[in-house]
DNA sequence: TGCCTGATGTTCT
DNA sequence: GAACATCAGGCAC
């Protein structure tokens, strides 16, 4: 991934976000197995966010968030399931965008291994998506330029962006950060 | 189909 | 000690 392509994630995380819509994941896994997807469904989160990890500042959880963008923070949350998100914004910012949903592309087979299900039911949802591609707090930090993890933004992103208010929080549920392709049957959900 | 709840541990108050 | 950016199974309708 060259300097270009990472460049647009020094932006803010609600504009990071749909940006991030189509960019394709790509895990290595100790084994050698490759997986890729792409991703399908996001959602911002700020400093200024009540519903933000960052809102009551840097803690030793959360420092990545203020950490330079283009790097990944991995939490471990209700006690079974962990959640992945993308740094964003310059360093001291804490603002990170999470990835809620991706379309497998490749190494199907391994993640049915993993997650016991098939078909949508891989990676449409968060910790789903975690479970997935192997992603636990080992990858905290981890620089998205390089392997195991790479996130690799391709030169043409298809796909209608519908843009929502988040879901799965207590507060701020008015704010609309949430993203996903329409119709694509690896989101999540639909709001309702 | 849709609501309710248990699982389970880290973080912060 | 409570909250929590979740998921899956069970049960009622």
Redesign the pocket.
């Known amino acids: 991934m060259s300097n270009t392509t990472s460049r647009f994630l020094d932006g803010p995380a609600s504009e990071v976000a749909p940006q991030l819509l189509g960019c394709i994941i790509e895990r290595t896994l100790p084994t050698g197995t490759i997986l890729r997807g792409r991703i399908v469904e996001t959602?911002a989160?700020d400093q200024t966010d009540t519903?933000?990890?960052?809102y009551?500042g840097k803690?030793?959880?959360?420092e990545i968030?203020f950490g330079p963008a283009g790097h990944l923070?991995v939490?471990?949350?209700?006690?079974?399931?962990y959640?992945c998100?993308v740094v964003t914004g310059p360093s001291g910012y804490g603002a990170?965008v999470?990835i809620r949903a991706v379309e497998p592309l490749q190494g199907q087979e391994d993640m049915a291994l993993r997650?016991s299900?098939h078909g949508r039911?891989l990676t449409n949802?968060?910790?789903?998506?975690c479970q997935a591609f192997a992603i636990d707090t080992s990858l905290n930090g981890h620089d998205l330029q390089t392997p195991p993890l790479k996130l690799i933004v391709p030169l043409e992103r298809r796909g209608e962006i519908v843009q929502t208010t988040r879901?799965?929080?207590?507060?701020a549920k008015d704010v609309p950060w949430r993203f996903y392709y329409r119709d694509n049957p690896y989101v999540?959900k639909t709001n309702s």
């Open positions: 959602e989160y519903a933000s990890h960052s009551k803690t030793p959880r959360t968030m923070y939490y471990f949350t209700y006690g079974m399931h959640c998100n990170a999470l997650r299900r039911e949802g968060p910790a789903k998506f879901i799965g929080i207590s507060t999540s």
